[in-house]
């Protein structure tokens, strides 16, 4: 049974920084492409990093702010992100792919139940 757990959102001010965790589990998770995705209340939901064997990808709108990154030793997914802003306001989800073309267009199988982050101004 394949479980994503995030974890590690909250609330900040703008120009602070959070760290988001995922834990995972039923996957061999370095043969598997990994992804933070947010939806804001009224928005549709959209991908913001992905990590494949050390290979990333960012959505325009984090670059330079965000960074993923993956501890195969631990499985755990990782999100930093600084300098936020309000409009990262968003529930985060972590999620898992193991067809890599599929990561690459933002499409993902395992998903997991999301942390809020909050960003005041």
């Known amino acids: 049974q394949v479980q994503l757990v995030a974890s590690g959102g909250g609330s900040v001010q703008a120009g602070g920084s959070l760290r988001l965790s995922c834990s995972v589990s039923?996957?061999?998770?370095?043969?598997?492409?990994m992804g933070w995705f947010r939806q804001a209340p009224g928005k549709e939901r959209e991908g913001v990093a992905s990590?494949?064997?050390?290979?990333?990808a960012y959505a325009d709108s984090v670059k330079g702010r965000f960074t993923i990154s993956a501890d195969n030793a631990k499985n755990t997914l990782e999100l930093q992100m600084n300098s936020l802003k309000p409009d990262d306001t968003a529930m985060y989800y972590c999620a898992a792919e193991p067809l890599v073309y599929r990561c690459w267009k933002w499409q993902y199988e395992y998903w997991g139940l999301g942390t809020q982050v909050t960003v005041s101004s």
């Open positions: 990590i494949d064997r050390g290979n990333t």
């Open positions: 039923g996957l061999s998770y370095s043969s598997v492409c």
